[in-house]
């Protein structure tokens, strides 16, 4: 049996049965069948639970007058999305709120997710920030064909036309890099920041380790506005007239 953490291994206490069911159907077979759902997974899973409580809790108690802190918190987030949104996209650029906030927010807490003993960061393993590029990649280039129909194509080819076909593989390639650096950027430092922490609690359990929590927040934050960031910058490369 693989190393479970509490949550991890009550979810496979529960689902077991299903989920492995499930991975067979669909010609995947787990190597535990008893625990088919792995730690990165599990994580993920509370990211999202907690993040569908905040957004009930914040729609439940939302209130103009009096508004509470959970509400602070999210006005704070959304104002600060928009805000960058609006400079590097400009006109149009309300349509990616929901779509950037979320993805901040599921970044942001899966980064500190491995602060909290008992669990781990699930952006510490490279599926997760792969999922997140992935994601991000398909969501630029849909609303770029969206726009543009056909003639998002004049971005990949530049305006010389007998330097087309190479400008077309330059592109090309350029933008599936973009997958490899967001993955990279975000897992490397996440599972840097992990292993120094956990690290240095089991050299010096107190004083010490408190600096580098400062740090690791520092660095969840940090990659978290760069991710969110960079994915604003394609979009708004998607968005705009190919010259």
């Not at 077979?29 to 994580?43: G, K, Q, R, Y």
């Not at 590097?88 to 970044?107: A, K, M, N, Q």
């Not at 010490?208 to 394609?234: D, E």
């Amino acid at each position: 049996m693989p190393y479970q953490l509490p949550f991890t291994a009550l979810l496979n206490k529960l689902f077991a049965g299903p989920v492995t069911a499930l991975l067979i159907a669909l010609h995947l077979h787990p190597e535990h069948p008893a625990a088919p759902i792995s730690n990165f997974v599990a994580m993920e899973i509370l990211v999202f639970l907690v993040l569908a409580l905040f957004f009930i809790l914040v729609r439940a108690s939302l209130s103009v007058e009096n508004p509470g802190p959970l509400q602070h918190v999210a006005e704070f987030f959304d104002g600060f999305i928009k805000n960058q949104s609006h400079e590097l996209i400009g006109h149009g650029y309300e349509t990616f709120t929901s779509f950037l906030v979320p993805l901040g927010l599921f970044i942001l807490l899966s980064n500190l997710l491995g602060l909290v003993p008992g669990f781990e960061a699930p952006t510490a393993n490279p599926a997760v920030p792969l999922g997140c590029a992935i994601v991000v990649f398909f969501y630029y280039h849909g609303h770029g064909i969206y726009k543009h129909g056909f003639s998002y194509i004049k971005q990949f080819i530049g305006p010389v036309w007998w330097l087309a076909p190479l400008m077309f593989v330059i592109e090309v390639c350029s933008h599936f890099a973009r997958v490899m650096s967001l993955t990279v950027r975000l897992f490397a430092n996440m599972f840097a920041g992990d292993m120094v922490t956990l690290g240095f609690f089991s050299l010096i359990p107190l004083g010490v380790p408190i600096i580098f929590l400062l740090l690791h927040i520092g660095v969840s934050l940090i990659q978290t506005f760069i991710f969110v960031l960079l994915a604003t910058v394609y979009l708004a490369g998607a968005m705009e007239e190919a010259h």
